[in-house]
């Protein structure tokens, strides 16, 4: 009969996978701050302690001199997100031998704050050359912005690096559009890894900002059967097309999203679609459709400022998260709107 030996030398090596097993699960522990994807907290916390104050302070200076500013830049940290992941792929400008993202129809006369991500990366350039990336100071504008317009904070995973290329198909393709269905919406938000209370809380955003006439005209006149949008409260609709008159000045003539607090980050985003009065119809349908699980969070969020803002908060980080590129990938830009 085969006898198990059990000699002193196995009991050793077995203590010692044990010890480094156990040295392992307190390593592991230490990295809680750093995220699966490779970004972490503390990215600059050597190579450019000052990154963060620097980008806030500049974003502070920049919504003191204009409030829509916090929108704009927070708007294009979804956009640079949305396509290719979060890789300021958005920000590369057109020349003669490359096409960006800038000219895509959801970008074109649209996207504002190109100079202030320039304002702050030539600071950022000169207090540490070549360390924090133009994907990075979207991420960290984009919460400073929310932060300074009242809404909530987080803590913003860096680490990205910059693109070495852009795609304005996909721009075209993988963002929303104000007109697109309900499923539409749901579907692009699922494509980047949002689900529909992702969707429902990073809409809020609309509770700052403005948008253009051309994003919501179609509504006002020619919604279905050429008549306006039935979901529409009847004096807003008034309202909107004395702004908005059915020919001309599509680009020019804007709206804020929320006409009663314009530049504060709350939830009357959600009161105001709920009351028919939500300035996109991919805002109303949130609210509007019928058995859909986004509405019910819409009605939610009308009261719950703080359900909103720690949704909100969780759904942005969700966001930046995406399809990031670290490690050797990409580049480090020097110039925001050009690839090195
Ligand atoms: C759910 C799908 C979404 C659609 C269809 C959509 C569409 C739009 C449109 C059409 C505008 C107006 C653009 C113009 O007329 O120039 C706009 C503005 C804005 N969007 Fe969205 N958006 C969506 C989600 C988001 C998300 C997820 C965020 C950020 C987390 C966001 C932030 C903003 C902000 C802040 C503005 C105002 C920008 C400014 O005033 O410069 N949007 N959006
Ligand atoms: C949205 O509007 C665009 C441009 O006006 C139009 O081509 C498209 O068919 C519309 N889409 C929907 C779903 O209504
Ligand atoms: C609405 O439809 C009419 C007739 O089809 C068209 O002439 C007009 O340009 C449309 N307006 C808008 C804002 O889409
Ligand atoms: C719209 O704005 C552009 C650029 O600011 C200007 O050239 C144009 O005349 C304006 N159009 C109208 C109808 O106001
Ligand atoms: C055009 O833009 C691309 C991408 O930023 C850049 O690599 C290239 O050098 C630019 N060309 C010119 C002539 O500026």
Redesign the pocket.
């Known amino acids: 009969m085969a006898r198990i030996k059990h000699s002193p030398g196995l009991t050793l090596q077995f203590q010692s996978v044990l010890i480094t097993a156990v040295a392992l699960m307190l390593w592991i522990q230490t990295l809680d701050a750093q995220s699966c994807n490779g970004l972490s907290h503390h990215f600059y916390y050597k190579s450019c302690p000052k990154a963060q104050a620097i980008i806030k302070s500049m974003v502070e200076d920049a919504v003191k001199k204009e409030a829509?500013i916090a929108?704009?830049l927070?708007?294009l940290?979804?956009h640079d997100c949305f396509v290719k992941g979060c890789d300021a792929s958005l920000l590369l400008d057109d020349n003669a031998s490359f096409t960006g993202e800038k000219t895509a129809i959801?970008n074109k006369?649209?996207l504002?704050?190109f100079e202030v991500v320039d304002k702050i990366k030539s600071n950022l350039e000169k207090a540490c050359p070549g360390v924090v990336s133009c994907a990075d100071i979207l991420a960290v504008a984009a919460r400073d912005s929310v932060a300074i317009s009242g809404g909530p904070f987080w803590k913003v995973l860096l680490g990205r690096r910059d693109s070495r290329s852009a795609s304005k198909s996909g721009a075209n393709e993988d963002l929303?559009?104000?007109n697109?269905t309900h499923q539409t919406?749901e579907t692009k938000?699922k494509l980047q890894g949002l689900n529909v209370v992702d969707?429902v809380a990073?809409?809020g955003?609309?509770t700052?900002?403005?948008?253009?006439c051309?994003?919501f005209k179609q509504r006002l006149y020619n919604q279905t059967g050429n008549k306006p949008d039935q979901t529409l409260d009847t004096t807003y609709l008034k309202q909107l097309r004395t702004v908005c008159p059915q020919t001309g000045t599509d680009n020019n003539q804007?709206r804020p999203?929320d006409p009663v607090s314009p530049t504060k980050f709350d939830v009357n985003y959600y009161k105001n679609v709920v009351a028919g009065k939500g300035l996109?119809n991919?805002d109303e349908i949130l609210y509007s459709t019928k058995g859909s699980r986004t509405a019910g969070f819409v009605k939610y969020y009308t009261t719950n400022t703080h359900a909103f803002f720690k949704q909100f908060a969780a759904s942005?980080i969700k966001?930046g998260n995406i399809s990031p590129l670290t490690g050797f990938h990409g580049e480090i830009r020097k110039n925001c709107r050009r690839i090195n």
Do not use: K, W
């Open positions: 829509r929108a704009s927070l708007r940290h979804f959801p006369n649209s504002r704050g929303p559009a104000p697109s919406l938000f969707l990073l809409s955003a609309h700052i900002g403005l948008a253009r051309a994003s804007t999203f996109l991919s942005m966001m």
